[in-house]
């Protein structure tokens, strides 16, 4: 069982910045792939961004060059980096892990609420 937990949520304006942390349980975290979706509400979950290995990433293109993941697997954490937020950002944000490395996410954090305002 792999537990996450996602922290760093809040309110910001437009234009502004926000860092989503998601901490992981377990001993085998750097062979895990980690994935970040979100939810706006009404709306279906949604791809944002994906890290596996140590630094391949892929992103959604409506982050693309806005978002950064990383991870940092001495803490067995991973990161969203969020620049130049928009309102369209706004949603709940999970994180979610593969424990083979690949992109089939089998465990799910709580969420992060992310509210970008105009």
């Known amino acids: 069982q792999v537990q996450l937990v996602e922290s760093g949520g809040g309110l910001v304006q437009a234009g502004g910045s926000l860092r989503l942390s998601c901490a992981a349980s377990g001993r085998t975290f750097f062979n895990y792939g980690m994935g970040w979706f979100r939810q706006a509400l009404g709306k279906e979950r949604e791809f944002v961004a994906r890290?596996?290995?140590?630094?391949?990433?892929y992103y959604a293109d409506s982050v693309k060059g806005r978002f950064t993941i990383s991870r940092d697997n001495a803490k067995n954490t991973v990161y969203l980096q969020m620049n130049s937020l928009k309102p369209e950002d706004t949603a709940v944000y999970y994180c979610?892990?593969?424990?083979?490395?690949?992109?089939?996410?089998?465990?799910w954090g709580q969420g992060t609420q992310v509210t970008v305002s105009s």
């Open positions: 890290i596996i290995s140590r630094s391949v990433t």
């Open positions: 979610a892990a593969d424990p083979l490395g690949g992109t089939q996410y089998k465990y």
